[in-house]
């Protein structure tokens, strides 16, 4: 079992780089959570990987549930920042839940090196809450002009 630290901390430079992308969009926004939570989230996904990736060839160990851990273990994390409105049906936060779970999955596929899927995933996240987020905003504003 060894590791070599070069490529650790490429690794975990590329995942926290990404969560932090994903995050400066979400911070931009003012949303609850921001550049240190999707930083955190990704490092540590990525790590994890690179902790499961140590035991790759012993013959006991399933590689895919320390990815299914981290997917389970996320989603209860991005379910800490869904809100619901007791008063009315809206529900808030399933955005940044989401984001939070694609910082894990941006972590994971840093810690497999994955590093153009990486890219383009993380890519992929910003521009979704960017363009979503703007076509979401400009909808509600029409709905509420419409109900007056």
């Known amino acids: 079992m060894e590791l070599d630290i070069w490529e650790f901390i490429i690794k975990i430079s590329a995942a926290a780089f990404s969560g932090a992308c994903m995050g400066l969009e979400r911070e931009y926004k003012g949303k609850p959570a921001g550049l240190k939570t999707y930083s955190l989230v990704a490092l540590g996904a990525a790590t994890f990987i690179i902790i499961s990736l140590l035991f790759e060839s012993s013959e006991s160990t399933d590689m895919t549930r320390i990815v299914g851990q981290v997917v389970v273990g996320v989603g209860f994390l991005g379910a800490g920042v869904i809100l619901h409105d007791k008063n009315s049906t809206i529900v808030k936060g399933l955005a940044t839940s989401a984001t939070i779970w694609c ?3 941006a972590g994971c596929l840093a810690g497999f090196g994955l590093y153009f899927p990486l890219l383009a995933f993380t890519l992929f996240v910003i521009l ?11 909808l509600n504003a029409k709905i509420s002009k419409d109900n007056q």
């Open 128 to 138: 979704i809450n960017l363009i979503f987020g703007y076509l979401n905003d400009k």
């Open 103 to 105: 910082s894990a999955a």
